[in-house]
């Protein structure tokens, strides 16, 4: 079972930052694209980092560029997000989400990141003004 585990949400007064994490077990599919995607009640689930396993290419979503930074640390399958110069407008539940690279189904290119099929139970991150 592919399990993913994210970690480091919490409370953060605007400006300030945040960093995330994400460890992946369970699967068995050798490259892989694994990223961060944030949700607000009410709204679409909006792409925020992705990273390729087999190349290191990364995707960032126009409202993030320049303030967070996605790393991986591929021995131990985990992703991480440093988040920094957090808005109000950054709260969300920040789920970690993987796919299969092998498979041709997940494919992150700096324009574009899709084709997560696992997904974690979310962090809550919230920034107050």
């Known amino acids: 079972e592919v399990q993913l585990v994210e970690s480091g949400g919490g409370l953060v007064q605007a400006g300030g930052s945040l960093r995330l994490s994400c460890t992946a077990s369970?699967?068995?599919?050798?490259?892989?694209?694994i990223g961060w995607f944030r949700q607000v009640p009410g709204k679409e689930r909006e792409v925020i980092s992705c990273?390729?396993?087999?190349?290191?290419?990364?995707y960032y979503g126009d409202s993030v560029k320049g303030r967070f930074t996605i790393s991986s640390d591929n021995t131990k399958n985990t992703v991480y997000l440093q988040m920094n110069s957090l808005k109000v407008d950054d709260t969300a539940v920040y789920y970690c989400?993987?796919?299969?690279?092998?498979?041709?189904?997940?494919?992150?290119?700096?324009?574009?990141?899709?084709?997560?099929?696992?997904w974690g139970k979310g962090t809550l991150v919230t920034v107050s003004s």
């Open positions: 989400a993987l796919g299969d690279i092998d498979a041709q189904i997940a494919v992150v290119t700096p324009v574009k990141c899709y084709g997560m099929d696992y």
């Open positions: 369970g699967f068995t599919f050798g490259d892989y694209v």
């Open positions: 990273i390729s396993s087999y190349d290191g290419v990364t």
